[in-house]
């Protein structure tokens, strides 16, 4: 078993990859890496999986982004071009009350986790509340979740290489500093 940081790792000693027990800079080691990425332990997580915080964190997104659809549509958008004769004014002013319970939702009840805001929603304005439920329910379905999924990895891969890249030419930079810095030997 490993310590790292604090958290034991019990992953199998064959697992585990240490490179040549090289000296570093000021005698720093290489550290212990996994290879695996499959049931990969995330601590402080109070028990829950990184999936499930990530889905909190995909329906408060969702939520959101109903909140806005909504919005838009009381705004008028999406309806051949004009103003929405019974949400929209003359002036351009939305007058609608759905629209204006929309809003003062929007500025007064935090977000939280989507649930909480809709049932807050619920009390001021019900028929807006279930309108924005179905949208919600809509825009997941309608979510593209390979799209997701690619475009993370892609971020992520080109992050990390760029990364590594800087890392490289620093060590590189470092390593020409050092040479420079030490006196000629014998040999040379």
Known sequence: ????????????????????????????RCIPVRTTCSSSFVP???GESA???GARSMKRLFTFAAIRIVQAQLEG????GGFTPQATGWDGKVESPIYNDLRKGMEEIPLGD???????????NPSLSLRIMETRQCYTSEFDWRQLRSIVEEEITAHNTE??????QLSMDKSSTADEDCPPTAES
């Open 51 to 53: 999936e499930k915080k």
């Open 114 to 124: 989507g649930d909480q805001w809709l049932e807050k929603m619920m009390t001021v």
């Open 163 to 168: 990364m590594m890249r800087k890392h490289m």
């Open 1 to 28: 078993m490993t310590l790292y940081m604090g958290v034991s790792n019990t992953l199998p000693r064959q697992q585990l990859v240490q490179t040549p027990h090289r000296e570093f800079a000021r005698g720093s």
């Open 44 to 46: 402080g997580t109070d």
């Open 77 to 80: 958008l999406g309806n051949d």
